[in-house]
């Protein structure tokens, strides 16, 4: 296993368990633990945990794996969540894309739709997310255009008052939303109040919402919140979402697809 794979489901491991001890990292990774103090000390040298004696924990209450480190777990779903949005979006519409692993995958599908392929623009895609921009903009029937702002180093965010500035000034067709919560009654969220505040202007500007959120982070709820739920026009999640909670979500008047 390489060093980065490695790192990787280290911290998969920390984010589901709070808490990882040597020992028991290097059984689960059938590595020696004198690797995984190693892991652990230049992990923690780059502030993606807090060591402890003879372990580790999470640094931080709202801890957020960078996007870089998260693996592909879901990865199945959140392909076919993302091909399932980008089947709801309508060529030459202003398209909003917010950061996060389920957009990006939206992004990429929307980059292969052949009714895609040309146009002047085929689609104008707003978007905080630099990574997202990045992958877009080689693509030339697209119409780039990308916020101001800081950017997050955990999710390749662009946040702050410049962005503000841009997407205060434009409107668009269709936001497509992701986030780490989503839930009837708290609506949808994220770890970070700065990033949750882009995303939540992202969605005024819109004529439509559309959250795209693998079953997972259904019925959660995180620190920051985005926006409530009835500003959420369709719900794109996978088909293991129980049916109780989609029940939940139509009943407060949204469109569920699952797929």
């Known amino acids: 296993m390489s060093r980065d794979a490695r790192w990787k489901a280290l911290l998969e491991l920390l984010v589901e368990r709070g808490r990882l001890d040597v020992e028991e990292a290097a059984t689960e990774l059938a590595v020696s633990a004198a690797t995984i103090r190693r892991d652990f000390d230049q992990l923690a040298e780059q502030q993606m945990l807090v060591r402890t004696r003879g372990g ?14 998260k693996t592909a777990r879901h990865a199945s779903e959140k392909q076919r969540i993302a091909k399932a949005v980008a089947d709801l979006v309508v060529p030459g519409e202003a398209v909003g894309l917010t950061g996060g692993t389920t957009t990006t995958e ?60 841009v997407l205060a000034q434009i409107t668009i067709d269709v936001a497509v939303l992701g986030v780490v919560a989503f839930d009837v009654t708290h609506g949808a969220a994220a770890h970070d109040e700065a990033e949750a505040a882009i995303n939540r202007l992202l969605c005024e500007r819109a004529e439509r919402v559309i959250v795209a959120a693998d079953s997972s982070k259904l019925g959660r709820r995180a620190f920051a919140r985005i926006c409530a739920i009835d500003a959420v026009d369709t719900l794109v999640t996978d088909t293991a979402a129980p049916a109780e909670t989609v029940r939940g979500f139509e009943e407060a008047g949204l469109s569920v697809v699952t797929v």
């Not at 580790?56 to 480190?69: D, F, I, K, Q």
Request: aromatic share 6%.
């Open 106 to 165: 939206v992004a990429r599908a929307l980059a292969v739709r052949s009714d895609l392929a040309s146009g002047s623009p085929a689609l104008t895609v707003v978007t905080n997310a630099l990574n997202i921009a990045n992958e877009l903009a080689v693509r030339p029937q697209f119409k780039i255009v990308v916020t101001g702002g800081v950017a997050r180093p955990q999710s390749y965010e662009l946040i702050g008052p410049l962005a503000d500035g």
């Open 56 to 69: 580790a924990v999470v640094h931080g209450v709202s801890y957020e794996l960078p996007l870089r480190y």
